[in-house]
Nanobody, 125 residues
Framework: QVQLIESGGGLVQTGGSLRLSCAAS????????MGWFRQAPGKEREFVAA????????YYADSVKGRFTVSGDDVKNTVYLQMNNLKPEDTAVYYC??????????????????WGQGTQVTVSS
């Protein structure tokens, strides 16, 4: 059973930075994709970024391109989301996920099987 544990959320001012971490246990198959999603109150969960580490392929939502960077550490089984130049609209609960996907599938929530508990990110204006 795969377990994903996020950390690193918090409160930050507009323009600030945070780094989220997602530690995975129970499955080390690097062919999986690791994704980051977020959900704001009253809104649907949306894709943020994903990485297929075995292929070094990275995906970003248009809303975060140039501000967020996703990376992974195979040895530590950990994925990171570095978030810079944060905006109030980035406020949400951020979820780490693991699934199998190819190409545009990696943008879709349904492709991800395992989910973390979420970590709150709040950006004040």
């Amino acid at each position: 059973q795969v377990q994903l544990i996020e950390s690193g959320g918090g409160l930050v001012q507009t323009g600030g930075s945070l780094r989220l971490s997602c530690a995975a246990s129970g499955g080390t198959d690097s062919s999986w994709a690791m994704g980051w999603f977020r959900q704001a109150p009253g809104k649907e969960r949306e894709f943020v970024a994903a990485i297929r580490m075995s292929h070094s392929i990275i995906y970003y939502a248009d809303s975060v391109k140039g501000r967020f960077t996703v990376s992974g550490d195979d040895v530590k089984n950990t994925v990171y989301l570095q978030m810079n130049n944060l905006k109030p609209e980035d406020t949400a609960v951020y979820y780490c996920s693991r699934g199998y996907c190819v190409g545009d599938e990696c943008y879709q929530t349904k492709q991800y099987t395992f989910w973390g508990q979420g970590t709150q990110v709040t950006v004040s204006s």
